[in-house]
């Protein structure tokens, strides 16, 4: 049998994310052993019984303490927390990646307390599903998403290499960018997405003229679309701070779009709205 | 047998919304005859083998002479032109409505133009899907939705009368109210929603500083997100200049509601965005 990619694997959060990596690996034969590294027991106990995880501890030093990889697949304003208190407890050469989605400020943090003896490569599998928890993993969740890896100055070349091939046995399209780069692409994609979709719900449900809110006259259409409003605020709120200087420039470009088609729409200018909706219906169809 | 609601029903347009009104008004054995009105005489030929209709003619003269109710189910800038042209060819006491995604522009221009002997009510029942056409038609299009009903000052008790149970028939909750509220609505839950979808794909799209269109790194979430803006940039640029009073008072609305979250990002007001985004998802939860 061929040397699997990692021998021990930490997962610190066995939840949708770091969940289904670990069955992936797992079912490719890619990882000796897969420690699950967690708070909730129950959950823990599930990720067992489902065979994503060989074994489990609520304990940093005992999970950490053989692990080659480790992956923190938790919210993101306690990653660099985590880090900084469980490196001491890793191993020379251990590598620490994680599943963030802002990169820009865990970076920087993590090169500032990172130990010498350690790696870490930030890294953001794009992918997710409206569930959580390690009952919601599943080993095609990667498959045919991007992730991208923002490795440092700090970064070891064979950490790199090493945390690339572990996505790519995903079956996701693995891209390395600086933070700048990621952090600017997530906040179009995901993170400005996220801030219209709260912001319609609240001018919506903010219209006061009526007997009744009037999201009650709303359609399928307005539910699919304003579905992302139910994500998780607190989730959010940390996102938004933490990519506070990409989303700001965002909102202003996503304005001053809405500006445009405002004046248009003013001026009874039909030819520039049918351009302008011509040009998002073909950008969307391309998807 | 009972009499039924409409002895002879004209439908103009048999695609999504006036087919799946007839389909349910002929299975419930309330209307005696449906005649289908187009221009497309594969789509009425297609109609009439579902079963939708009973016959068919491109001409409005044939199609309109006996006709009790008239349906006017057409785009949106066509349904006054559609009225001004057939109203010679109506019996005296028929009734005319239509399935207008805007009212107050039709409503008005109906009320100049329409002759003594005929009644007019304005109608919008929420529903849709992506699809067009007779073969897109069924029976549950409706169901627990709301129908709008806008009677002007000229309108005929009996014949709002009419028209109210037409559409109770399809299982819709139909709300009576002026053109005014109507339009207020409908700017809210389905104007606006397309105008931030057209925005935000156009200024996510509108990022080049990548080799390629970062819309390629977006996941299911963006794209069910933004499926609203592939809808027809010509339907939407017709509805956006004739709901434009209510619709630009929207926009200013949303925008100021942007702009309260953009000024908490940058204050770093945890507490404030979490605030707001929980107002949003228990509003959105509600629905």
Not at 64 to 90: F, T
Not at 169 to 195: F, G, N, W
Request: aromatic content about 6%.
């Amino acid at each position: 049998m061929n040397k699997p990619l990692i021998n021990k694997l930490a997962i610190i959060g066995v939840g949708l994310m770091g969940g289904s990596l670990a069955m992936i690996l797992k079912e490719k034969g890619e990882v000796g052993e897969v420690i699950g590294i967690g708070r909730g027991v129950e959950n823990l106990q599930r990720a067992q019984e489902l065979g994503i995880i060989d074994r489990y501890t609520q304990s940093l030093k005992e999970g950490l303490a053989d692990a080659d990889v480790v992956v923190v697949a938790i919210p993101v304003a306690s990653i660099v927390n985590v880090i900084e208190r469980g490196q001491q407890y890793m191993k020379d050469g251990a590598i620490i990646t994680d599943v963030g989605s802002v990169k820009g400020d865990i970076v920087k943090d993590v090169d500032m307390i990172l130990d010498g003896r350690l790696s870490f490569i930030g890294g953001h599998p794009i992918a997710g599903t409206e569930k959580s928890g390690a009952d919601a993993a599943f080993a095609e969740l990667y498959n045919g998403s991007r992730c991208i890896l923002t490795p440092s100055l700090f970064s070891d070349e064979n950490a790199l290499e090493t945390i690339k091939k572990m996505w790519e046995l995903t079956d996701a399209r693995v891209v390395v960018m600086d933070v700048e780069a990621h952090d600017k692409i997530l906040a179009a994609i995901s993170h400005l997405p996220h801030i219209v979709a709260y912001a319609l719900v609240n001018t919506v449900d903010g219209i006061k003229d009526f007997n009744e809110s009037i999201l009650k006259y709303s359609a399928g259409g307005f539910r699919d679309f304003t579905r992302i409003a139910s994500s998780s605020p607190e989730m959010w709120r940390d996102i938004c701070l933490m990519n506070k200087t990409a989303l700001l420039d965002l909102i202003d470009a996503y304005v001053s779009e809405l500006g445009n088609m405002r004046t248009m729409i003013n001026e009874d200018d039909g030819q520039g709205l049918m351009e302008n909706f011509e040009r998002s219906k073909n950008a969307r169809d391309s998807i």
